[in-house]
């Protein structure tokens, strides 16, 4: 059975770092393009990164550019998510999501609270 596990979320203050991770298990991890999207209380789901299977990751909000960057680790199948220079903004519960062609999973998320 297919299976994405977050963690590595948490409290942190404003200007502060986090490394959430997102383990695969039940699928060949190395074959998926990877993606980490948060939601925020009261707004819509948001794309923060992606990364293909075989390329560099790409941080794809504007508002995470230069502060966020995700990589993998195909023999760890694991996805991370580097979150530097925190703001307030950024609090959310974020999820990975694999996919690919029609096969996609989702992850059962992990909260990232910006707070001082």
């Known amino acids: 059975q297919a299976k994405l596990v977050e963690s590595g979320g948490g409290l942190v203050q404003p200007g502060g770092s986090l490394r959430p991770s997102c383990t695969a298990s039940?699928?060949?991890?190395?074959?998926?393009?990877m993606k980490w999207y948060r939601q925020a209380p009261g707004k819509e789901r948001e794309l923060v990164a992606t990364?293909?299977?075989?390329?560099?990751?790409?941080a794809s909000a504007d508002s995470v550019k230069g502060r966020f960057s995700i990589s993998r680790d195909n023999a760890k199948s694991t996805v991370y998510l580097q979150m530097n220079n925190l703001k307030a903004e950024d609090t959310a519960e974020y999820s990975c999501?694999?996919?690919?062609?029609?096969?996609?999973?989702w992850g059962q998320g992990t909260q990232v609270t910006v707070s001082s």
């Open positions: 039940g699928f060949v991890f190395s074959f998926y393009t």
């Open positions: 999501y694999a996919q690919r062609w029609g096969d996609f999973y």
């Open positions: 990364i293909p299977d075989d390329g560099p990751g790409t």
